[in-house]
């Protein structure tokens, strides 16, 4: 059982930066690719960014591409997404996951999940 929890969201106007944080705690983080997803109002749940165990690969959405990081610090147990040049259209519910297959681009391919932390992009 791994249990995930996000943090760093809030309101930030457009061409801004955020950090989101998610911190891993339970089985060994190590052993898990990551992942962010994010969910507007009325929305599906959509991929934004994967990276591997190791970290030495990373996807992006082609929405998020060029403006926003993923990484990891495996011995702090945790994943970040580094958001810059902040849109309004970028405002979700943003939710960390893991799984243990390796890097997958759906939802369903995920194991673990977060409670989500809320971005608000003011235009």
């Known amino acids: 059982q791994v249990q995930l929890v996000e943090s760093g969201g809030g309101l930030v106007q457009a061409g801004g930066s955020l950090r989101l944080s998610c911190v891993a705690s339970g089985r060994d983080y190590r052993n898990y690719a990551m992942g962010w997803f994010r969910q507007a109002p009325g929305k599906e749940r959509e991929f934004v960014a994967a990276i591997s165990r190791s970290g030495d690969s990373t996807y992006y959405a082609d929405s998020v591409k060029g403006r926003f990081t993923i990484s990891r610090d495996s011995p702090k147990s945790t994943v970040y997404l580094q958001m810059n040049s902040l849109k309004p259209d970028d405002t979700a519910v943003y939710y960390c996951?893991?799984?243990?297959?390796?890097?997958?681009?759906?939802?369903?391919?995920?194991?673990?999940w977060g409670q989500g932390t809320q971005v608000t992009v003011s235009s």
């Open positions: 996951a893991a799984n243990f297959r390796g890097i997958v681009f759906y939802k369903s391919g995920y194991d673990y």
